[in-house]
């Protein structure tokens, strides 16, 4: 999410995107990289 309001920040300009890019902790053992791999559905069944 940190990420997401930076890129959308310094693509408009918002500036509420950047009170919340300085809102959100930032923790360099996370990411939403990582987030979003524990999220995905498993592929194990085969289906494509």
Known sequence: MRDFSWKYFS???N???YLL???IPF?????DVELEEE??????DGLQ
């Open 39 to 44: 999220s995905s559905p498993d592929d194990a």
């Open 11 to 13: 693509m408009t300009g």
């Open 27 to 31: 923790d360099e053992h996370s990411s």
């Open 21 to 23: 890019y300085k809102e």
């Open 15 to 17: 500036v509420d995107a």
